[in-house]
């Protein structure tokens, strides 16, 4: 299993009817290519985490780079993982989960976005906060 992380900025070609676009096109093609993860959808960026087989990811994400609705697109972490943690979605998005839980993760999700480089504890926070937003996932 192979994850992949990246931050993007909206770009000026990007309108909010996109993102029913992206999600509809993201399911249909990733569940094809047995790809799960999760699209955080942040005032001017994008956080998305992909996982799948390692061909499978980057040939989603070649074609994601190529996207001008979005721009800057820095990829912040790529590993082979042991577990799948993002199986449950083909593509989740926050925007589908409850206000309050959204709130809460566009706000420390934004401090991440400014950032230029990641330390390993900043990564796997972010990783804990993407997965904090599976429904299925508990919380304490
Ligand atoms: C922020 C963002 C996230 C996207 N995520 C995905 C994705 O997870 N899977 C996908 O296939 N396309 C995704 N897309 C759309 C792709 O950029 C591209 O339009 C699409 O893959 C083209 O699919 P097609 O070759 O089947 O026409 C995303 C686009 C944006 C802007």
Redesign the pocket.
């Known amino acids: 299993m192979y994850q992949l992380i990246y931050i993007?900025e909206k770009s000026r070609h990007?309108e909010l009817e996109?993102i029913p676009r992206?999600l509809h096109?993201?399911r249909?093609?990733?569940e094809l290519l047995n790809?799960s993860?999760l699209?955080l959808d942040l005032p001017e960026h994008?956080i998305?985490v992909?996982e799948g087989t390692q061909n499978n990811v980057e040939s989603?994400f070649t074609?994601?780079s190529?996207?001008i609705?979005?721009c800057n697109i820095r990829c912040i972490y790529k590993q082979t993982v042991m577990l799948q943690e993002f199986g449950d979605w083909s593509?989740g998005f926050s925007g589908e989960l409850n206000l309050e839980v959204i709130q809460d993760t566009i706000h420390i999700a934004n401090e991440f976005v400014r950032k230029q480089t990641f330390t390993n504890i900043q990564i796997d926070s972010l990783k804990l906060l993407l997965k904090s937003l599976n429904p299925t996932s508990k919380t304490y």
């Open positions: 993007s990007f996109d992206i096109i993201a249909i093609n990733n790809v993860g699209l994008f998305q992909l989603i074609k994601i190529d996207d609705r979005h593509m």
